[in-house]
């Protein structure tokens, strides 16, 4: 008998899961290094590293100090950082972006991955979702989405000089794609005698599609494939959507891989996606001088030599000097809102502003990585007012919260605020779990009972000390995207609103992790 054939290696998708969008990549002989963006939150563009592409581990961020990400204290959620390009030239990487907010188009440079980073140099473009390529002449291109409104003129082309932050050429317009609103995300790529234009158009919601046209030279002019768009999920029931926002790289042994963000919405119509927009990995073929791909499956092959996904941990004990890089922060982190050093092996927060519901709070948080999930946090609290939050927004959030002697739930929901279910606490820790578990778990009964279709994407159980039973639970549709608008995910985190608290240990991670406690 003939022994059967190994099953060939695959890997899950997404390969960065939680509120990672707008993925961006570049190679540097067998290393991988990938940004994201990061909108209103510090630090800024989460900056990951692999050998495989299949196995990220953030490494640090590109904007980690105050004069890399000026943001005014009431920068709109969902403004900041859009966007960024990675690229290695001349032995140093390059990082382009835009901040919304504060300046506009910016890069910034550095010897090594993990920094240090320069500050800002910046290019007197208009637009968002810059991009930065070299020809064989050394001049450097950068491609951009014009600004949107009644200016906006599609992906447009300048050259320039990115040292200097000077436009030597141009801005002038390249290609509007193929009449879908929105032509962004633009990327060029030098492959053989053509350069080649990659975009995303549609919008970013669930008409996202990517889109390539080629010209022989930077300045155009631009050639559309004859098969556009060449990836696209629009008007399917595949679970995997928003499919656009791409990059492109080569593996050493010459393969062709594409990352993207996507989205995974769930529950009843329209669904509802709460983890924000991921990070997805797809193969690309060639077919008569054109990329295709697609469709983005849950599980692909992997890339050649790719070793077996692992879960990073997931724990913070809080015992090294500085925080990891997975925390951030609405805005800025103010060095005396928080500290390692006050109570060895504690997160201490000091309370900066007194609401999770305007600007200016003491909140640290990571993104919520798992559809099912528990997250827990062991606090020590003063007579002040603290605990644990999933932030979508400042309109939007659920909180566990501990002040006066009592732990409470509360929602905030656009502009309802509701104080949902209290208990007792003794003084002293207090141990806080929150748990997210899909709409599938919940019986016919209960839907029977509320009368509804089961809309939610998940639902949301909030639990003190050891009870079992939550103190409350609530629908998880109303931290989505599709209820609060915006770009980003949820994000839990540790907050203080009044007075200083202390936290132990977070562990954030998959709710039927067999090796959680």
């Known amino acids: 008998m003939t022994p059967p054939k190994p099953e060939a290696p695959s890997y899950d998708n997404p390969v960065i899961p939680g509120f990672h969008p707008d993925p961006s990549v570049c190679r540097v002989g067998e290393d991988y290094y990938l ?23 953030q490494v640090g961020n590109v904007l980690d100090r105050p004069s890399q990400l000026p943001l005014p204290a009431d920068a709109m959620a969902s403004d900041g950082i859009y966007a960024p390009t990675i690229r290695h030239h001349g032995g140093r990487f390059w990082m382009i972006t835009t901040n919304v907010s504060h300046g506009g188009n910016f890069v910034v440079t550095a010897e090594r991955p993990e920094g240090p980073w320069s500050d800002p140099v910046w290019l007197d473009l208009p637009g968002i979702d810059p991009d930065l390529a070299w020809d064989e002449d050394g001049n450097c291109w950068c491609a951009f989405a014009g600004a949107h409104g009644p200016d906006f003129h599609g992906v447009q082309v300048a050259r320039v000089d990115p040292e200097a932050g000077k436009v030597l050429e141009g801005p002038s317009p390249a290609w509007a794609g193929t009449g879908l609103q929105w ?101 690309v073929r060639w077919e008569d001088g054109w990329p295709r791909v697609g469709p983005v499956n849950l599980r692909e092959r992997a890339p050649s030599g790719a070793r077996p996904a692992r879960v990073a941990p997931q724990r913070d004990d809080f015992d090294a000097p500085g925080l990891a890089p997975q925390w951030i922060s609405p805005r800025s982190r103010p060095d005396g809102s928080w500290s390692l050093a006050e109570r060895p092996g504690w997160l201490a927060l000091h309370a900066t502003g007194p609401t999770l519901d305007r600007p200016g709070c003491t909140f640290v948080g990571r993104r919520q990585q798992h559809p099912e999930s528990r997250t827990a946090v062991l606090l020590d609290h003063g007579p ?25 739930v509360i929602a905030r929901i656009g502009p309802l605020r509701q104080v949902v279910a209290t208990r007792p606490v003794v003084p002293g820790p207090v141990t806080l779990v929150i748990t997210t578990r899909s709409a599938r778990r919940w019986t016919e009964g209960e839907e029977a009972r509320s009368g509804l279709h089961v809309a939610a994407p998940d639902h949301l159980a909030f639990h003190v000390g050891e009870d079992p039973e939550p103190l409350a639970e609530l629908d998880g549709r109303y931290l989505s995207t599709e209820v609060a608008t915006g770009f980003t995910g949820r994000v839990i985190g540790m907050y203080v609103t009044e007075g200083t608290a202390w936290f132990d240990w977070f562990d954030h991670g998959p709710l039927d992790d067999p090796d959680r406690t």
Request: hydrophobic share 35%; net charge negative; proline share 9%.
């Open 384 to 408: 002040g007012r603290a605990g644990l939050s999933v932030r979508l927004d400042e309109g939007h959030h659920y909180d566990l919260e501990v002040a006066d002697g009592q732990a409470a």
């Open 183 to 283: 032509p962004e995300a633009p990327h060029l790529y030098r492959v053989g005698e053509w350069w080649y234009l990659l975009i995303a158009e549609g919008g970013t919601e669930r008409g996202h599609t990517v889109a390539v046209a080629r010209a022989r030279s930077p300045r155009g002019p631009w050639e559309p494939a004859p098969v556009n768009p060449v990836l696209s999920h629009r008007s399917t029931n595949h679970p995997v959507q928003s499919t656009g926002h791409a990059d492109l790289v080569t593996t050493p042994d010459g393969e062709w891989w594409m990352v993207l963000l996507a989205t995974r919405p769930v529950g009843y119509s329209p669904k509802f996606h709460v983890l924000g927009r991921e990070t997805f990995l797809t193969p």
């Open 35 to 57: 940004v994201c963006s990061s909108f209103e939150y510090f630090p800024g563009v989460p900056l990951f590293h692999s050998r495989d592409l299949v196995n990220w581990r």
